[in-house]
């Protein structure tokens, strides 16, 4: 396991972070992972980074955030080894599924996941491009606690640390850990 020491210890990773401004809409800084993921080589040392970081003993599976977050936790459960769970935008989910509305950064979204997909006392990990304000990730906590999981650890390539969303996290007893962190925004 890795200590995180953010920006300087990764800061090959933080440049190659898009940063667009007023998307999608004005004062907000948007952090575009697209420009990490067209570079092969990064991107692999982003996921194998981010799989530093876990105790692979202290995980069952591996749960992604739609959509980006689906490509960070892709890739990890691959270098892990372990199962992925999707937790998808509403309505894309065939079976039967649970969700939970949460308010995000700019605007409201929920998520869903498959109803029986975590089992009560499996440990899953919780994987999204990016921490903001964290109403996304809390509502993946939440979603995946009322299902019985333990849930104590969450990666991001990306926290902005101004808007807390890392400290709630912790306040929920959640570890959250990144690898770039973007001040100020
Ligand atoms: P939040 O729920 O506020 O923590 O927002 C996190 C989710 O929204 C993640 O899935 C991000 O992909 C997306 N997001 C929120 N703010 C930004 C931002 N400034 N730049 C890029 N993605 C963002």
Known sequence: MSSASPVTANADIAARIRT???????????R??????????AFRDTID?????VDIDEVDLVAGIEARGFIVAS?????????????????????????IDYALEYGTDRIEMHVGH??????????DDLIATGGTALAAVQLLRDAGARVE?????????DLGGAAKLRDRNVTPRALCTFAGD
């Open 20 to 30: 667009i401004a007023d998307y999608p809409k004005p004062g907000i800084q948007f």
């Open 32 to 41: 575009d992972v697209s420009t990490l993921l067209l570079d092969g080589p």
């Open 49 to 53: 980074r981010l799989a530093d970081f």
């Open 75 to 99: 890739a990890l459960s691959y270098v892990l080894g372990k199962g992925k769970l999707m937790l998808r935008k509403p309505g894309k989910l065939p079976g039967e599924a649970v969700g």
């Open 118 to 127: 975590v089992l009560p006392g499996q440990r899953v990990l919780v994987v």
């Open 153 to 161: 650890q969450a990666l991001f390539i990306v926290d902005l640390p």
